[in-house]
Structure formats: C-alpha cells, structure tokens
C-alpha cells in the first residue's frame, strides 16, 4: 500500500541518517514510527548497534519491548540524542499536530528533552497551512474535572468547535495513559499565530498538554507516493 509504503521509506532514512551508536533516543507513537523501531532494532541485530530508547506511550513503551531494544526513562536519561515521532499534520513552518492516538503529553516532554526532534510521516501529512488536510483538530490533554470550563474558555478565545474525545472499545471518554481526559478543538480557519494559540491555551487551568509543536521539529522526512522522501530543515 503507497501509503503504508512511503511511512516506511520517511522512517528508514531518518533513522539511517540520525541514529548513532551509543544514542539515547525517544521513541514515538502512532503508527509510522512502527517502522522506525523495525529500522533501529535490524541495526542493532546487523551493526551491534547500542541504544537507549526512551518510549512516549504504553504503546511506544510495548514497541520497544518486544522489539528487544534497551527501554530507558527519563530519570535516568534526562538528555537524549535524538526523539523520532509521527505528526497528524505539518505546515509550512514545520509547526505539528500531534496527538491522534491521544499521546502528545509524553511525546512532547521527551521531544523537549532531545537534542534533536526528528517527524518522520506519510505525504498525508505535508501540508502548508494546519487544517487544509488533517480535520480531526488539535487534541488537548486536559485534567479530567475541568473539561468543561476548559472547552467552554477556548470556545470563548478562539472559537471553532471542541469535542471530548470518547472511547470506542470502553464506555466513556478516552483516558490518556496519564489518567486524563483528551479534547479535540476544531479550530476556526483564521488563526495565523500557532505560538500565542498554544501559550494562550496552555496557561488554561486544567489544560495538561496540546498537540500543537511549534518551534520543536529540527527535521520532518515525508516519504511521497513515488516512493522517494522529501526531507524539511
Ligand atoms: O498521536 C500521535 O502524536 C502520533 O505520533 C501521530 O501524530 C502520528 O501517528 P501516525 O504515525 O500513526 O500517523
């Protein structure tokens, strides 16, 4: 499938091109960094490579595990080489959405921690402007007795629409792998200024994380439907 296809071509050069011997990484969530672990751990099978990855998710910390890849935390490993992760939408400026499997917290707090933050995604992904492709909006991880107020105040800010995002396999709302509650802003089309949005938002009391990253990606690969990758500085 191209698109299957062109997440793992993204994710297979930015691990050929970023990860070294003896690296603590972070390791993201979602599906195209699947392809990425693949990638470092045929390293270490093949190069005898030595790694620390560092997950961002239950499901990035299973990743690792049954990868057989060294799993590490950030008590241990408070500065990390290189954090590799998926995007929901990327725009012109390299500001991302993330948090579509709801797991933006952690990834942001170990991408901040990185000396390099590498997105790695599909072409669906590569857009100029954030919404002209992606309209599933930005995930907002928000403490679970303030999801109210806390939808009702971003309405009031910014307007658009905000949904708490509910389970499909459990009664009720999603909970994070934090214990908390996601809301998901369907966010107006005139926002031009994502770095205040996010403050604004952020200084909200309740509000834990967003899934906006502005100013975090070093280097986005999107793997494109020829086949080839296009690589953003
Ligand atoms: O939820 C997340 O933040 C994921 O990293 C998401 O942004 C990308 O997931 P995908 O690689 O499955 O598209």
Redesign the pocket.
């Given at each position: 499938a191209p698109i299957e296809e062109s997440?793992r071509r993204a994710a297979y050069q930015a691990v050929d091109d970023f990860v070294k011997d003896g690296m603590k990484l972070g390791i993201?969530?979602?599906?195209?960094?699947v392809y990425a672990v693949h990638r470092i751990a045929e390293k270490v099978k093949n190069e005898g490579l030595k790694v620390i990855c560092v997950p961002t998710s239950f499901q990035a910390h299973q990743l690792v595990v049954s990868n057989n890849l060294q799993l590490g935390n950030l008590e241990l490993h408070s500065e990390l080489d290189v954090a590799i992760?998926?995007?929901?939408e990327v725009d012109s400026n390299m500001t991302l959405i993330?948090?579509?499997?709801?797991?933006?917290t952690q990834?942001k707090i170990v991408a901040s921690c990185a000396n390099k933050f590498v997105v790695v995604?599909d072409y669906k992904k590569d857009s100029k402007y954030l919404g002209e492709q992606y309209k599933k909006g930005i995930p907002i991880e928000v403490i679970p007795m303030a999801y109210t107020p806390v939808s009702v105040k971003i309405k009031k800010l910014f307007g658009g629409e905000v949904h708490l995002r509910m389970a499909q396999m459990k009664a009720g709302p999603v909970i994070s792998d934090n214990g908390n509650f996601i809301l998901d802003w369907l966010f107006p089309n005139d926002i031009a200024d994502w770095k205040a949005v996010n403050n604004e938002i952020k200084m909200i009391a309740g509000v834990v994380e967003t899934?906006l990253f502005v100013g975090m990606a070093n280097t986005v690969y999107f793997g494109l439907p020829d086949g080839t990758v296009k690589v953003l500085r």
């Amino acid at each position: 499938a191209p698109i299957e296809e062109s997440k793992r071509r993204a994710a297979y050069q930015a691990v050929d091109d970023f990860v070294k011997d003896g690296m603590k990484l972070g390791i993201g969530s979602g599906s195209t960094i699947v392809y990425a672990v693949h990638r470092i751990a045929e390293k270490v099978k093949n190069e005898g490579l030595k790694v620390i990855c560092v997950p961002t998710s239950f499901q990035a910390h299973q990743l690792v595990v049954s990868n057989n890849l060294q799993l590490g935390n950030l008590e241990l490993h408070s500065e990390l080489d290189v954090a590799i992760d998926g995007a929901d939408e990327v725009d012109s400026n390299m500001t991302l959405i993330k948090g579509g499997g709801g797991c933006q917290t952690q990834e942001k707090i170990v991408a901040s921690c990185a000396n390099k933050f590498v997105v790695v995604a599909d072409y669906k992904k590569d857009s100029k402007y954030l919404g002209e492709q992606y309209k599933k909006g930005i995930p907002i991880e928000v403490i679970p007795m303030a999801y109210t107020p806390v939808s009702v105040k971003i309405k009031k800010l910014f307007g658009g629409e905000v949904h708490l995002r509910m389970a499909q396999m459990k009664a009720g709302p999603v909970i994070s792998d934090n214990g908390n509650f996601i809301l998901d802003w369907l966010f107006p089309n005139d926002i031009a200024d994502w770095k205040a949005v996010n403050n604004e938002i952020k200084m909200i009391a309740g509000v834990v994380e967003t899934g906006l990253f502005v100013g975090m990606a070093n280097t986005v690969y999107f793997g494109l439907p020829d086949g080839t990758v296009k690589v953003l500085r």
